[in-house]
């Protein structure tokens, strides 16, 4: 780590008077303990190395807090707050492996092996690999970290793991959606100065997002990154795609939806499956989404036929489901939504469909190593517990393979756990091996 990278995390007078004019005292003393704790650890040799990337996290950090960014106010303090929070954590969680504090950690005793460390940059390699595709664009600076969210999530600068369901393979599988939204954060302005985007965000008025702001924002946001993870995690394999983020979304659940889903929590899910359908649909037809949509009647039916594919992966992966015998009628309030956003998803697909056009020779390349029998073998191998001690070009492709295998394949919890850790130790003995050949090359 260079000098000059650890001398810039000091702060001074200056700096701190430029904080506290930004932020709240609370979120700016947040901000300024965070950066003493990454460069106290950053002076010490031993535990340097460990905290490599927060170190550059937290010099991100440094800058944006005096900066308004892109945020209104509230958001801006409320991301401040979280990335200073989750950096103070990360790093007791880094040097100390599973720290004794709970009230750092928020994570249980009890993680199962491999080791923490293995998991978090396991995941770390995963989302590197695959935002490596755009090797010409860079992207915010973050970090894995386990926590006790409910599924995996970028927040501030950070992606957090789940620490209960680390043996889940469809956990590593929606790393692929975190990446891009990494991937948005560092875009998202090429989008939303769109004219018409603008409008729907500050007065749209759809069924879901009814005058909010932030949460139109985010709609936008969830459609753009889905409709790049479709491409180049699922290669536009629609029904590996619709199979995962259901089964997904099912077991992201409580409990007590798996027993009786809520119609209309699931709208807002429904609408950006949907979207990334139309999406597919427009790529095959070379059409506009808008024109699709302009069908009514055929809209009415394309939504028809996909509720009932969601609802028969339900009842394929959770065997108790019942649906409330309403379910149907969110197909109306879905239409009126999908119809509402015509014109942004004709705007989202053509900024997709010209990335995609951008990348087409990387996504040629995936789909051969989707189909390579070396893998697909190395795939059935990992579920039988086996682990490689080889380099994997894409790795978020061998996760979605692994999950795909598991779930086809009715394998009970005792093999899943095994077929989880062997995926673990087999993207982390890729991860060492890259590194040892960039090293090398240097």
């Known amino acids: 780590m260079p000098a000059t990278v650890i001398a810039d995390l000091i702060i001074d007078k200056n700096y701190c008077d430029l904080l506290r004019n930004k932020l709240s005292n ?12 990454i460069t106290n650890l950053a002076f010490n040799p031993t535990s340097q190395q460990l905290i490599s990337r ?23 303090e409320l991301f401040c707050l979280d990335a200073a929070e989750s950096l103070i954590r990360a790093a007791k969680q880094r040097t100390a492996n599973i720290p004794p504090l709970r009230e750092y950690s928020r994570i249980p005793f009890d993680l199962p092996a491999p080791n923490v460390r293995i998991y978090y940059e396991a995941c770390e390699y995963i989302i590197d690999s695959l935002l490596g595709i755009f090797n010409d664009q860079h992207f915010f600076n973050y970090y894995v970290t386990i926590d006790t969210v409910d599924g995996p999530k970028f927040i501030g600068l950070a992606v957090k793991m789940p620490a209960h369901r680390l043996l889940d393979p469809s956990v590593y599988t929606a790393l692929s ?37 932030l949460s139109r924002t985010k709609l936008i946001e969830e459609i753009t990154v889905e409709s790049l993870d479709f491409c180049f995690s699922y290669l ?27 119609p209309d929590r699931l709208i807002r899910y429904f609408l950006r499956t949907f979207s ?7 790529v095959k037809q070379n059409e506009r989404p808008s024109l699709i949509i302009s069908i009514r009647p055929e809209l009415r039916r394309l939504l028809e036929k996909h509720v009932d594919k969601a609802k028969a992966i339900w009842e394929k992966t959770f065997k108790n489901t019942r649906h409330d015998p309403y379910l149907y009628n969110i197909i109306h309030k879905l239409q009126s939504d999908i119809e509402g956003l015509s014109d942004e998803l004709d705007i989202i697909c053509a900024s ?45 492709l061998i996760v979605h393979m692994l999950t795909r295998e598991v779930r086809n394949n009715g394998f009970g919890p005792n093999s899943t756990d095994r077929a989880t850790q062997a995926l673990i130790l087999t993207i982390w003995n890729s991860m060492n091996l890259s590194n040892n050949i960039q090293q090398t090359e240097q």
């Open 276 to 282: 990334v359908f139309l999406l597919s649909e427009s």
């Open 236 to 262: 536009t394999i629609f029904d590996h795609y619709i199979e995962d983020e259901w089964t997904f979304f099912g077991q992201h659940f409580s409990d007590a939806i798996k027993i009786n889903i809520d």
């Open 352 to 396: 997709v469909t010209k990335i995609v056009k951008m990348y087409a020779n990387k996504i040629r390349d995936m789909k051969t190593f989707l189909n390579e029998t070396d893998n697909i073998d190395m795939v059935k191998a990992i579920c039988k517990g086996n682990v490689f001690n080889k380099k994997i070009e894409y790795p978020h």
């Open 26 to 37: 609370r979120t700016a003393k947040m901000v300024i303990e965070s950066i003493y704790t």
């Open 177 to 213: 959606h975190e990446a891009f939204h990494i991937y948005f954060a560092k875009n998202k302005s090429d989008l939303l100065i769109e004219p018409k985007i603008q409008n729907f965000v500050y007065s749209g008025n759809i069924t879901t997002h009814p005058n909010e702001e």
């Open 54 to 76: 927060l170190i550059a996290v937290a010099n991100q950090l440094k800058s944006i807090a005096v900066d308004t960014y892109a945020f209104r106010q509230s958001s801006f």
